[in-house]
């Protein structure tokens, strides 16, 4: 048990700084009178005292962490993070921890996907916490804890390497980690900042303005209104949206060093920027044409604002809905489901494969197209202009059918269980991507209330898949990595 210290000691040292977080919800909730505020002093106490307690059995083991450690600190984070967070609403709103649970895992894993109703009428410190927790979780509570570590004298790295998405894990975009991490938290901030100003400027409440921008730029999709997007029915609002979704659905690295070079140049060089907003413009395009065509909407103009908005929610994994698209003909919401699994960047704070997983994929399998025709020739694989290492190829290779099999896996348990087939696979699709709404049952007219505790408990097992990209969740599960 001693082995592990290292671990426990940091994750204290996380759990102490995510108890400063809900002083935020709390100071709100006193100064609205809302009701709530006896619910956050439970809460901030129990995890500020859980924290301090696992800090104080570990506070004497100081060693570097391992790569094990990492990947043991990131599951952590992610799993426990959550019970935690869950608190509030147990303690205010009498929910049951599986719903609790559920609700917290799909903000910190930025999904968005709801069980409550009467959002409307919820308690505003409830809605801010929620909005908080797809900020929080949107970049990442491993990038921000990686500054931490290095103040702790705790290498932080190995947990970067081990919760940082996408396949090109070494990369640095500044000399040092504290740095990195620093450079993506002001740039992640001062976007959010911009988001609160142009929401507010377009008509939203300053409270309306704070949540929504905490959510759109964390991808999460939680909303303070049941109607979502719905509520104001207006255009300058989506368009601002739409504005801010494409911006968080982009690598930040990329905006990053965009910002330092004072230059464009870093976006036109990113092989995926270019890619996702293609892909994204072309589908809102196409979508449009074809709801006009279906007389879903009387004029071009209709089809094009709700296509717009719609199909770059759920293409960036947010998960907002100016109007039920459930009710589309089934081909639109159905390609707005496979755009999320793949269409953003890695580096941004959405879900699914990522574009650039997606890109190396295609370049692999054209490539043993080719083979088959021209076996002796030599056809490497490069993105822009790059040549990709074997073992990034096989990595993606293996990351591409450990997805597929699990969406299969998890379609069949959920419609095992009594969810019907549609339901059932768009809420694995959505879940695994961190997307949010499905289709039918679980559409985005509905909440995740229906399912059973049973099928809520594997949807929150997908998302955890899904936000640690698979393997670092898998690789903690195997037995090999427990044994000495």
Same mark, same amino acid.
């Given at each position: 048990?001693?082995?592990?210290?290292?671990?426990?000691?940091?994750?204290?040292?996380?759990?102490?700084?995510?108890?400063?977080?809900?002083?935020?919800?709390?100071?709100?909730?006193?100064?609205?009178?809302?009701?709530?505020?006896?619910?956050?002093?439970?809460?901030?106490?129990?995890?500020?005292?859980?924290?301090?307690?696992?800090?104080?059995?570990?506070?004497?083991?100081?060693?570097?962490?391992?790569?094990?450690?990492?990947?043991?600190?990131?599951?952590?984070?992610?799993?426990?993070?959550?019970?935690?967070?869950?608190?509030?609403?147990?303690?205010?709103?009498?929910?049951?921890?599986?719903?609790?649970?559920?609700?917290?895992?799909?903000?910190?894993?930025?999904? %968005?996907?709801?069980?409550?109703?009467?959002?409307?009428?919820?308690?505003?410190?409830?809605?801010?916490?929620?909005?908080?927790?797809?900020?929080? %979780?949107?970049?990442?509570?491993?990038?921000? *804890?990686?500054?931490?570590?290095?103040?702790?004298?705790?290498?932080?790295?190995?947990?970067?390497?081990?919760?940082?998405?996408?396949?090109?894990?070494?990369?640095?975009?500044?000399?040092?980690?504290?740095?990195?991490?620093?450079?993506?938290?002001?740039?992640? *901030?001062?976007?959010?900042?911009?988001?609160?100003?142009?929401?507010?400027?377009?008509?939203?409440?300053?409270?309306?303005?704070?949540?929504?921008?905490?959510?759109?730029?964390?991808?999460?999709?939680?909303?303070?209104?049941?109607?979502?997007? %719905?509520?104001?029915?207006?255009?300058?609002?989506?368009?601002?949206?739409?504005?801010?979704?494409?911006?968080?659905?982009?690598?930040?690295?990329?905006?990053?060093?965009?910002?330092?070079?004072?230059?464009?140049?870093?976006?036109?060089?990113?092989?995926?920027?270019?890619?996702?907003?293609?892909?994204?413009?072309?589908?809102?395009?196409?979508?449009?044409?074809?709801?006009?065509?279906?007389?879903?909407?009387?004029?071009?103009?209709?089809?094009?604002?709700?296509?717009?908005?719609?199909?770059?929610?759920?293409?960036?994994?947010?998960?907002?809905?100016?109007?039920?698209?459930?009710?589309?003909?089934?081909? *639109?919401?159905?390609?707005?489901?496979?755009?999320?699994?793949?269409?953003?960047?890695?580096?941004?704070?959405?879900?699914?494969?990522?574009?650039?997983?997606?890109?190396?994929?295609?370049?692999?399998?054209?490539?043993?197209?080719?083979?088959?025709?021209?076996?002796?020739?030599?056809?490497?694989?490069?993105?822009?202009?790059?040549?990709?290492?074997?073992?990034?190829?096989?990595?993606?290779?293996?990351?591409?059918?450990?997805?597929?099999?699990?969406?299969?896996?998890?379609?069949?348990?959920?419609?095992?269980?009594?969810?019907?087939?549609?339901?059932?696979?768009?809420?694995?699709?959505?879940?695994?991507?961190?997307?949010?709404?499905?289709?039918?049952?679980? %559409?985005?007219?509905?909440?995740?209330?229906?399912?059973?505790?049973?099928?809520?408990?594997?949807?929150?097992?997908?998302?955890?898949?899904?936000?640690?990209?698979?393997?670092?969740?898998?690789?903690?599960?195997?037995?090999a990595f427990w044994r000495r």
């Amino acid at each position: 048990m001693k082995r592990y210290y290292p671990v426990i000691r940091v994750f204290g040292v996380l759990l102490l700084g995510f108890a400063l977080t809900l002083l935020v919800p709390l100071l709100f909730s006193w100064y609205q009178q809302d009701g709530a505020t006896t619910a956050y002093d439970e809460a901030f106490l129990l995890t500020l005292g859980t924290g301090a307690g696992l800090w104080w059995v570990a506070r004497n083991e100081k060693r570097d962490l391992q790569i094990r450690d990492g990947f043991l600190l990131v599951v952590l984070v992610w799993t426990i993070l959550p019970a935690f967070a869950a608190l509030p609403l147990i303690l205010h709103l009498g929910t049951s921890f599986t719903d609790a649970y559920f609700e917290a895992v799909s903000g910190l894993t930025t999904t %968005g996907a709801t069980i409550l109703t009467n959002l409307d009428t919820l308690p505003q410190s409830i809605n801010l916490w929620r909005g908080m927790l797809v900020w929080l %979780g949107g970049m990442g509570l491993i990038v921000l *804890a990686v500054a931490i570590l290095l103040l702790l004298g705790i290498g932080g790295r190995q947990m970067f390497k081990a919760g940082n998405p996408g396949p090109m894990k070494d990369s640095k975009l500044t000399p040092r980690m504290a740095q990195t991490a620093k450079g993506l938290w002001v740039v992640y *901030a001062g976007i959010t900042v911009l988001c609160i100003l142009a929401y507010h400027w377009a008509g939203m409440t300053w409270f309306d303005a704070v949540v929504h921008a905490f959510s759109t730029m964390g991808l999460g999709g939680f909303s303070t209104h049941d109607a979502s997007f %719905g509520f104001w029915n207006s255009p300058t609002i989506e368009a601002v949206s739409i504005v801010f979704m494409l911006i968080a659905g982009m690598n930040f690295a990329t905006h990053f060093v965009a910002l330092r070079r004072r230059s464009p140049g870093p976006y036109l060089r990113d092989p995926e920027a270019i890619l996702f907003l293609a892909v994204c413009l072309v589908s809102v395009l196409g979508i449009a044409l074809y709801l006009w065509a279906k007389d879903t909407y009387g004029t071009f103009p209709e089809a094009l604002r709700h296509s717009a908005f719609n199909v770059i929610s759920i293409a960036t994994t947010t998960g907002y809905a100016s109007l039920d698209y459930n009710l589309w003909p089934f081909f *639109a919401p159905l390609w707005m489901l496979f755009l999320c699994s793949f269409a953003t960047s890695a580096g941004s704070t959405g879900g699914g494969i990522k574009m650039i997983r997606a890109l190396i994929l295609y370049k692999q399998v054209y490539r043993e197209l080719l083979l088959a025709m021209h076996p002796n020739a030599v056809w490497p694989v490069r993105v822009r202009g790059e040549l990709m290492p074997q073992p990034i190829l096989t990595a993606v290779m293996a990351f591409g059918f450990a997805y597929v099999c699990l969406m299969v896996a998890l379609t069949l348990v959920l419609s095992f269980s009594g969810l019907e087939i549609i339901s059932a696979f768009s809420a694995v699709v959505a879940m695994i991507n961190n997307t949010g709404p499905g289709l039918n049952q679980v %559409g985005p007219a509905t909440t995740y209330e229906s399912l059973t505790d049973f099928q809520i408990w594997v949807c929150s097992f997908a998302m955890l898949l899904g936000r640690l990209e698979i393997f670092t969740l898998l690789v903690v599960l195997t037995p090999a990595f427990w044994r000495r």
